[in-house]
Structure formats: C-alpha cells, structure tokens
T-cell receptor
C-alpha cells in the first residue's frame, strides 16, 4: 500500500483568509492524487484530481479559483482554500492511487478539518 | 451517471454477524469496494469485488452480484472497535473515478 500524510490535521481560520493543506505520499511516487471533501455524517465527494506537473482536473460544481491545487512533485500536492468562508468548513481528505484499472486501490490521508469562523 | 444506496445506520451486538447492503446504478464499472472510516479518521480499504461472488478477508467478507446490481459487506464476530462508518464505492469504467455511497454507520453494543 501507500502511506499518505496531511498537514495540518486541524486548522481554524477567520473568514476571508486563505488556508493551505498539504498532502504527501511518503512511500509512493504519485503522478495523480485526489482531493475529497466530506461533511459530517456524509459521503466523500471528489473535488478534483491533482496531476503532477500539470493542471488539476476539477469536478463539476467545484470552483477552481477558490480551491487552488498545486502538484509540484511526485510526493506533494497542496490544496489552498482561498478567501475561506464558513460554508467551506469541512473535512478535506486526499488520496493516492496505486496500480491501474481495474484493481487500482486508493489510500487516504488522515484528513484536515477546516473550521472557518 | 452512477449512484449507490446504503442504509444510514445499523446496530448490532458484540459477537454477532451484521450485513451492510449496497445497491447501485451505473452505466459501467470495474468493481465494488468497501471502506471503513472511524469518526474523524481516514477511510481505510477493506475489500474489493471485481467479479460476482464472495471475497473473504478474515472477519470481513464482501459479495457482489452484477445481475442484481447489489453487493454487501458481512462482518462476523463483531467487536466494539468495528463501530465505524462503512462506505461502498464503485469504480466507474468511463472515468476511472471512485464513487462513494452515503455510508452506513455501524454501532456495536456490548
């Protein structure tokens, strides 16, 4: 499997500020990483696919200018929530995928809980 | 499109067996996965069915029937630590993306 870390684990910020979340693949070179968002007691919703060295691919309804993704190396992807508002408060989880279809498996980071005041 | 349905909550007692069902609608998929997530934690992979039938991994088993658009996760010899949310997820063949169900919260009681 792959070991994935995220930093920070929790962050509280004021409305209008920007927050950067890091996702690191510790033992696997990931050309692709995924960013999910999860509200309490809800499912994981894919926000975007982060591609090393190129632009991220965003899911329908996700604002690319609000959720900036940078995948500068094979082990690091960052998600920046710009001008955060209380409705952006959520649990953000990244993942990496090993192998290829149909048996590729995703390994998730521990998540970052964002609270916007 | 793709959609998955699971019961929102299931309660069982320690030592018992519980089955969490998942029905789905899809235009095509590679397989059905199951993930466990403890409160505030990361989802962890439990099982994957690419073909119809039963896959067994220790106390956990997963089943898939493509003709019935149905799968389930079976947990045996329940332990208190099994209290968590369980998600079924299918990998769409047109996009390769993982689509998650809404999750089932399992509460194991003494």
């Amino acid at each position: 499997g792959a070991v994935v870390s995220q930093h920070p684990s929790r962050v509280i910020c004021k409305s209008g500020t920007s927050v950067k979340i890091e996702c690191r693949s510790l033992d696997f070179q990931a050309t692709t990483m995924f960013w999910y968002r999860q509200f309490p007691k809800k499912s994981l919703m894919l926000m975007a696919t982060s591609n090393e060295g190129s632009k991220a691919t965003y899911e329908q309804g996700v604002e690319k200018d609000k959720f900036l993704i940078n995948h500068a190396s094979l082990t690091l992807s960052t998600l920046t929530v710009t001008s955060a508002h209380p409705e952006d408060s959520s649990f953000y989880i990244c993942s990496v995928e090993t192998g290829g279809p149909p048996h590729n498996e995703q390994f998730f980071g521990p998540g970052t809980r964002l609270t916007v005041l | 499109g793709q959609s998955l349905e699971q019961p929102s909550e299931v309660t069982a007692v320690e030592g018992a067996i519980v089955q969490i069902n998942c029905t789905y609608q899809t235009s095509g998929f590679y397989g059905l996965s199951w993930y466990q997530q403890h409160d505030g934690g990361a989802p962890t992979f439990l099982s994957y069915n690419a073909l119809d039938g039963l896959e067994e991994t220790g106390r956990f088993s997963s089943f898939l029937s493509r003709s019935d658009s149905y799968g389930y996760l079976l947990l045996q010899e329940l332990q208190m630590k099994d209290s968590a949310s369980y998600f079924c997820a299918l990998r769409a063949s047109n996009t390769g993306k993982l689509i998650f169900g809404q999750g089932t919260t399992l509460q194991v009681k003494p």
